[in-house]
């Protein structure tokens, strides 16, 4: 059986940049604290920790007064940056250069939607919740509207100005089909509208973007697929999916320890690849994992011929 791993999955710039931010701390004094998970894989997580990396919530940060605390790729919302400072923290500020961007540019939308008449509203398309859509709404001061799926478009009030962004890790056919959506919406409220009543902005990463067409002809190229991906990781299932209906027979697996043998029972080919919150180093020792238990199916075999 042969086993290859895809040179395109893994670590996204800014969670490089965020854990290497992390890192150089870590090598200096030992300790730092990390407002949440530093990404959305357990595996690299408790790498981390081991380290001294210490990961709090929002409810912590009194306890971490005068401290040092690392804001990781997903961002914050500007009440956070406030409390900080309130508490003399310093932060170490990894905020994925795409996401300060989109921060930056939904701040805008909505100082422009604030000053019209009637107000104008800034819709999200992200996961509610999320960590980096918490931090995309705090530049409205919470007062953007969250959707994820067409029934949350019930929410929008489609005879007002409207200016749309997107998570940055979404994907760009669904984000499509919402524009689409709006639109006739739109139209059907209000039939001819001036131009700008509507804008949609194109704001998801081309990375997470790319990854899907690199994915696709990867998984075609195999007889089984480990998807290796963090259960958190909104990029992880939506990249799961995505490659599943290219290549049904795809594994979900966050540890070695999920691997079955019988996967491999009659096999030739097996593709190992992640989501951009996937360490290189845990796609390794899958595909070592996926060996082992392939050479023991061979083994097994010799013995019961």
Same mark, same amino acid.
């Given at each position: 059986?042969?086993?290859? +791993?895809?040179?395109?999955? /893994?670590?996204?710039?800014?969670?490089?940049?965020? +854990?290497?931010?992390?890192?150089?701390?870590?090598?200096?004094? /030992?300790?730092?604290?990390?407002? /949440?998970?530093?990404?959305?894989?357990?595996?690299?997580?408790? *790498?981390?920790?081991?380290?001294?990396?210490?990961?709090?919530?929002?409810?912590?940060?009194?306890?971490?007064?005068?401290?040092?605390?690392?804001? $990781?790729?997903?961002g914050e919302p500007p009440s956070t940056y406030r409390q900080a400072e309130a508490l003399g923290i310093e932060l170490k500020d990894a905020t994925c250069p795409i996401v300060l961007a989109l921060q930056q540019k939904i701040r805008k939308g909505y100082d422009e939607m604030c000053a019209l008449e009637p107000e104008?509203?800034?819709?999200?398309?992200?996961?509610?919740?999320?960590?980096?859509?918490?931090?995309?709404?705090?530049? =409205? #001061? @919470?007062?953007?509207?969250?959707?994820?799926?067409? #029934?949350?478009?019930?929410?929008? #009030?489609?005879? $007002?100005? +409207?200016? &749309?962004?997107?998570?940055?890790?979404?994907?760009?056919?669904?984000? %499509?089909?919402?524009?689409?959506?709006?639109?006739? %919406?739109?139209?059907?409220?209000?039939?001819?509208?001036?131009?700008?009543?509507?804008?949609?902005?194109? =704001?998801?990463? @081309? *990375?997470?973007? @790319?990854?899907?067409? !690199?994915?696709?002809?990867?998984? *075609?190229?195999?007889?089984?697929?480990?998807?290796?991906?963090?259960?958190?990781?909104? @990029?992880?299932?939506?990249?799961?999916?995505?490659?599943?209906?290219?290549?049904?027979?795809?594994?979900?697996?966050?540890?070695?320890?999920?691997?079955?043998?019988?996967?491999?029972?009659?096999?030739?080919?097996?593709?190992?690849? /992640?989501?951009?919150?996937?360490? *290189?180093? &845990? !796609?390794?020792?899958?595909?070592?994992?996926?060996?082992?238990?392939?050479?023991?199916?061979?083994?097994?075999?010799?013995?019961?011929?």
């Amino acid at each position: 059986m042969k086993i290859k +791993i895809d040179d395109n999955a /893994g670590f996204c710039f800014g969670v490089v940049k965020a +854990i290497g931010t992390a890192e150089e701390e870590l090598s200096r004094s /030992g300790t730092l604290y990390c407002l /949440g998970d530093i990404v959305h894989n357990n595996a690299e997580v408790q *790498r981390l920790k081991q380290k001294g990396l210490e990961v709090i919530d929002h409810s912590q940060l009194p306890a971490v007064k005068g401290k040092k605390v690392l804001i $990781r790729a997903h961002g914050e919302p500007p009440s956070t940056y406030r409390q900080a400072e309130a508490l003399g923290i310093e932060l170490k500020d990894a905020t994925c250069p795409i996401v300060l961007a989109l921060q930056q540019k939904i701040r805008k939308g909505y100082d422009e939607m604030c000053a019209l008449e009637p107000e104008g509203q800034v819709v999200i398309f992200g996961k509610p919740g999320h960590a980096e859509v918490i931090g995309l709404c705090g530049q =409205t #001061d @919470n007062r953007a509207v969250v959707v994820s799926t067409p #029934d949350d478009l019930d929410h929008v #009030d489609f005879g $007002r100005p +409207i200016r &749309l962004y997107s998570q940055t890790t979404k994907s760009k056919e669904e984000y %499509r089909q919402l524009i689409d959506n709006m639109k006739a %919406r739109v139209e059907a409220r209000n039939g001819e509208t001036e131009e700008g009543f509507f804008v949609a902005y194109d =704001t998801i990463c @081309n *990375r997470v973007a @790319n990854r899907a067409v !690199m994915l696709e002809e990867f998984a *075609r190229g195999v007889d089984v697929v480990l998807f290796v991906s963090g259960k958190g990781s909104s @990029n992880g299932h939506y990249l799961y999916e995505y490659c599943k209906e290219v290549q049904p027979n795809t594994r979900m697996v966050s540890a070695v320890e999920e691997l079955r043998s019988e996967w491999f029972e009659g096999v030739e080919q097996v593709g190992v690849t /992640g989501a951009t919150s996937t360490p *290189r180093w &845990l !796609m390794e020792a899958v595909a070592q994992e996926a060996e082992r238990l392939s050479l023991k199916n061979g083994q097994d075999e010799t013995k019961r011929n």
